[in-house]
């Protein structure tokens, strides 16, 4: 397969949006995407939910993966990028189901894919023009997060609990084989780090979600942050995965 | 005082041993996981047969604590043992519980998606027709 010689029309695409409970903005997210992507393929997972979130999203024409039970988001966006390795997808983009991201940028992420050349882009609500009202004390808990993991990678990584992420087939690869689990945006920087990936991040707006609520409430904010911050720590003695198939070693 | 205590444990011990046996045996209880309970039947029994020779000679004057502490401590001790057994075999388990729900779901949906592509094309049965 000569993918590099291939122009990006050729490249398949895969959106993948990881819903619990979500059936009241899925629709809408899924449409947005075929309106403002429509060369992209949209892949619901279903983590399980108890209402009619597949029902929705299957509707909205979207292909939909059916976890038999709740695994949480780590495990989810795992399933969704096991299905873009398994079915050859060249770029597989998470999209959060709740409607805050803007389907309008993924264009700019796949730009900072294309001409940076790196592996994974992240969109960011810090740097740019994007203003981001969000609650003191998540800002505060994102410029420690930010502080910490750019110290790690030696690198400035703006926004590292944004979801909204497009990967190249390499890193589709290193996902489908390890994600982490629990609150997997930050740990995945690490993750990328380790296996020597190359992370660029874009400005992007982010709206306010359409319904529901933060996995992350303010009681339990406290506590999410030193978890992640634990989970940081701990992984910087990990071993690093390493890939096996493709040729590619991590 | 002592004779009592050394009975009590010591039946007890038994009792353990027993049953840790008769699960294993009907096959309740995997090998790897009575071992560690086995450990401590036995660990806990000989000290109940023994005590002078273990636990006045050697181990209390090395711990100045009394026959039941010495008791009721090894046997904590080997219960630490065992639940740090089960939160490794746990993690373990999660994750192969993951593996299987993520492998289960995408084999669901290729599912799906032949039969809805038709395939296969005729049922078995129909063939007759």
Redesign the interface.
Same mark, same amino acid.
């Given at each position: 397969m000569k993918r590099d010689t291939s122009m990006e029309l050729k490249k398949r695409i895969l959106a993948i949006i990881p819903a619990y409970n979500e059936e009241d903005s899925v629709g809408k997210v899924i449409e947005e995407v075929n309106t403002h992507f429509p060369q992209a393929v949209v892949l619901v997972i279903n983590d399980g939910s108890s209402d009619h979130t597949s029902e929705k999203a299957s509707t909205c024409g979207a292909t939909v993966l059916d976890l038999p039970f709740n695994l949480g988001i780590g495990g989810a966006m795992q399933a969704g990028y096991k299905y873009a390795y398994e079915n050859g997808y060249d770029i597989a983009i998470q999209v959060d189901a709740d409607g805050q991201h803007d389907p309008k940028e993924i264009q700019k992420l796949l730009h900072t894919l294309e001409v940076e050349k790196v592996d994974v882009a992240i969109g960011s609500r810090f740097i740019g023009g994007s203003r981001y009202k969000g609650s003191i004390m998540r800002r505060i808990g994102i410029a420690i997060f930010s502080g910490v993991i750019s110290t790690i990678v030696r690198q400035r990584i703006t926004d590292p609990t944004s979801g909204f992420r497009a990967s190249n087939r390499k890193a589709i690869q290193l996902f489908a084989s390890d994600y982490p689990q629990d609150y997997p945006e930050p740990e995945v920087v690490i993750l990328l780090h380790q296996c020597h990936l190359k992370i660029g991040e874009v400005p992007v707006g982010m709206s306010e979600r359409y319904s529901g609520e933060s996995s992350i409430t303010k009681i339990k904010s406290i506590y999410y942050m030193v978890k992640v911050l634990l989970a940081i720590f701990v992984d910087c003695f990990k071993k690093p995965p390493l890939l096996e198939k493709e040729g590619e070693q991590c | 005082m002592l004779i009592k205590i050394q009975i009590i444990v010591g039946v007890l011990s038994i009792i353990l041993l027993l049953i840790t046996f008769e699960l294993i045996r009907k096959k309740r209880l995997r090998e790897e996981y009575a071992i560690l309970w086995l450990f401590t039947g036995i660990a806990v029994l000989v000290f109940s047969l023994w005590p002078e020779f273990l636990l006045s000679q050697f181990f209390v004057r090395i711990t100045g604590i009394f026959y039941l502490s010495a008791v009721v401590l090894i046997a904590f001790f080997f219960l630490l043992l065992i639940v740090f057994h089960f939160s490794v075999v746990i993690s373990k388990l999660t994750n192969q519980n993951?593996e299987l $729900?993520?492998?289960? $779901? !995408?084999l $669901? !949906?290729e599912l799906n998606e032949l039969k809805k592509n038709g395939f296969p094309p005729v049922p078995a049965s129909s063939n007759n027709v």
């Open positions: - | 993951k $729900a993520q492998q289960y $779901a !995408l $669901a !949906l």
